[in-house]
């Protein structure tokens, strides 16, 4: 079964070794030198038993102790962080200046269908299907890191082809990606967790 790449610990069973992030492989910057990347991978699982609480059903998948209802496991993906007013490293700079008019907490998700790559300048996603997604699991688990996991049972999410994701600090987007190589394909009588990563860096 492929391995989860994003977890807790960024690699499932081994310790997480820090590594400094390139420019050139950092979509986001600024002129100061911090730097902001988001990566994540979509599993299919097979549905939650209605008697296992939400967020006692995803520990288990952390603990390794539900990994044969674990159907697949898509390759990292990587995002675009927006940067534009009111969106995105925007919201950052906003509460810099003690401007909190929108929130910062990433606590929403959405997930969708369309195939425009994704632009700075992004307010939303190109086509929707699932949105407010709440945020089920979310914590720092480094200094540099935060984790979160994204949860939508078998009938919130229609069977189809997705090709986009997005988070969102309450109402506002902050990063946006297109799902591909492949695609994420929701089939009959399945859940879907996206499992995300943040970092920063200074250098």
């Not at 632009?119 to 699932?130: G, H, I, M």
């Not at 297109?178 to 970092?199: F, G, M, Q, R, W």
Request: hydrophobic share 35%.
């Amino acid at each position: 079964m492929p391995r989860v790449l994003i977890n807790k610990k960024l690699i499932e069973g081994q310790e997480k070794k820090k590594s400094k992030l390139k420019k050139r492989k950092i979509g986001n910057k600024s002129v100061n030198g911090f730097y902001v990347r988001g990566r994540y991978q979509i599993l299919t699982l097979d549905p939650k038993p209605d008697h296992v609480p939400t967020e006692e059903w995803l520990k288990m998948r952390r603990d390794g102790r539900i990994a044969k209802h674990i159907r697949s496991v898509s390759p990292v993906h990587e995002n675009l962080i927006m940067l534009d007013t009111d969106v995105g490293l925007n919201l950052i700079m906003q509460h810099f200046s003690g401007d909190v008019t929108y929130p910062l907490e990433i606590d929403l998700a959405a997930i969708g269908t369309g195939t425009t790559a994704p632009a700075s300048t992004d307010t939303a996603l190109e086509t929707p299907v699932v949105t407010s997604i709440p945020r089920a699991i979310g914590e720092l688990t480094a200094v540099d890191t935060f984790y979160t996991e994204w949860f939508i049972t078998n009938d919130e999410l229609a069977n189809g082809e997705y090709t986009e994701f997005a988070l969102y600090c309450g109402t506002q987007i902050f990063a946006r990606s297109l799902i591909e190589s492949p695609t994420h394909t929701k089939a009959d009588n399945e859940d879907t967790l996206i499992v995300y990563s943040i970092t920063c860096a200074n250098s």
